[in-house]
Every structure is written in C-alpha cells, then in structure tokens.
C-alpha cells in the first residue's frame, strides 16, 4: 500500500510558475512509477508527465512539453512537477500517481495503483 499526498496548487497569472509535490508513504517508494495526472472540469483526467522508478526516464504530454519538469528524490519519497509559463488551460486538478509492476511509465491512468487526493492549480489570463 502506498498513500500519496499532494501540495503546491494554487492561483497564478498566466505566465507565472508552481510547483507540485507529491509525498508518498507506505511501500518502497523506489520501487515505483510516478505519473502526474490533471482534470478539468467537464473533461476527462488526462496524463500530464511521468518518471520512471530510477528517474531515468520522463515522459511528458505534448501539452506541457518544454514547459513542466518531472523528478523525483527517492531518498525523501518525494516526486515534483516544476510547472513554468504556465496556461489558463493547464487549470485543472493535478493528481500525482503511482505505479507498481515493472515501474515504467504508462500514460495509461488504469496502469497505475495508487492515487493522491488531487490539487488545484488555476491559472488566470
């Protein structure tokens, strides 16, 4: 088992920056990936980025590619996402997620395991 918890969300300017933390709990957290997810409202909760268990790897959607930036530290059980140049339409809640298994990552949200509570981050124009 392993509880996740979000913190960072907020109200920005279009332009500004945030950054999301996820704080995880619970079972080897090294043994995980990590994806962050988002969903506006009317819309269907969508992949934002991911990192595999090493941190080796990211993946980001095309959306947000050159402007957010996934890592992890693995000795804190911590997994960020440093949001820049930030868009109204990137408002939505963020939800950090983990999954177990092979721990790459999936853009698939029925991949993964466990589920933070979510935080809103709105971004005004």
């Known amino acids: 088992q392993v509880q996740l918890v979000e913190s960072g969300g907020g109200l920005v300017q279009a332009g500004g920056s945030l950054r999301l933390s996820c704080a995880a709990s619970g079972r080897a957290f090294s043994n995980y990936a990590m994806g962050w997810f988002r969903q506006a409202p009317g819309k269907e909760r969508e992949f934002v980025s991911g990192i595999s268990w090493s941190g080796g790897t990211t993946h980001y959607a095309d959306s947000v590619k050159g402007r957010f930036t996934i890592s992890r530290d693995n000795t804190k059980n911590t997994v960020d996402l440093q949001m820049n140049s930030l868009k109204p339409e990137d408002t939505a809640v963020y939800y950090c997620?983990?999954?177990?298994?092979?721990?790459?990552?999936?853009?698939?949200?029925?991949?993964?395991?466990?589920w933070g509570q979510g935080t809103q981050v709105t971004v005004s124009s």
């Open positions: 997620a983990a999954r177990g298994g092979s721990g790459t990552i999936t853009v698939l949200k029925s991949r993964y395991d466990y």
